[in-house]
């Protein structure tokens, strides 16, 4: 069963990076499918900020591509979310999914940005 | 960017009925339509793709139609477990993926 699950810090500061990674199991990264991330503010919608192919390909949020990298690590089935910058506004639940039709998703992992 | 918006924002409804929630997209996406449900606490989870093709171990209840500009998404009859949000979600010439902004199915 294909299972992702995000890590990384529940609080940063503003100005600072937010990095999170996202651990893949039960099906290798490397077989297929985009690999993306997708955020949530409290209360509020879904926005997809970036996704990766296992080739390197990449897309990007053009809203937040001066701030954004997604990076991809095959060997440990695993793909990373680079955030620079950060301000309240980017509060919120940051999923990492499969596919361009999202069809695995992690649970989410909530990060706050807050001095 | 292709803007996907919802109506109605909110639906109250009755175990039991028939729920029809809309999703128009600012221009042709064809089919590329999926449509998630999403309840409190939880990630999204893909109800529909293709605008009409359900996800695995979706219900029959939940179906999926429309193309180009307007789609559909009914639940035929409401069961307890229904009541969540539900959005809509396009990737026609992605990127970039855009959502529609929800319509939430409470109870009546």
């Known amino acids: 069963q294909v299972q992702l699950q995000e890590s990384g810090p529940g609080l940063v500061k503003p100005s600072e990076t937010l990095s999170l990674t996202c651990t893949v199991s039960?099906?290798?990264?490397?077989?297929?499918?985009?690999w993306g991330w997708i955020r949530q503010p409290p209360g509020k919608g879904l926005e997809w900020i970036a996704s990766i192919y296992h080739s390197g390909n990449i897309y990007y949020n053009l809203s937040l591509k001066s701030r954004v990298t997604i990076s991809v690590d095959t060997s440990q089935n695993q793909f990373s979310l680079r955030l620079s910058s950060v301000t309240a506004a980017d509060t919120a639940m940051y999923y990492c999914?499969?596919?361009?039709?999202?069809?695995?998703w992690g649970q989410g992992t909530l990060v706050t940005v807050s001095s | 960017e292709i803007v996907l918006t919802q109506s109605p924002d909110t639906l109250s409804l009755s175990p039991g009925e028939r729920a029809t929630l809309s999703c128009r997209a600012s221009?042709?996406?064809?089919?590329?339509l999926a449509w998630y449900q999403q309840k409190p606490g939880q990630a999204p989870r893909l109800l529909i793709y293709d605008a009409s093709t359900r996800a695995t171990g979706i219900p029959a209840r939940f179906s999926g139609s429309g193309s180009g500009t307007d789609f559909t998404l009914t639940i035929s009859s409401l069961e307890p477990e229904d009541f969540a949000i539900y959005y809509c979600?396009?990737?026609?010439?992605?990127?970039?993926?855009?959502f529609g902004q929800g319509t939430r199915l409470e109870i009546k």
């Open positions: 221009q042709s996406i064809s089919s590329s």
């Open positions: 979600q396009q990737r026609h010439n992605w990127p970039p993926i855009t």
């Open positions: 999914a499969r596919g361009d039709i999202p069809d695995y």
């Open positions: 039960g099906y290798s990264i490397s077989s297929g499918y985009y």
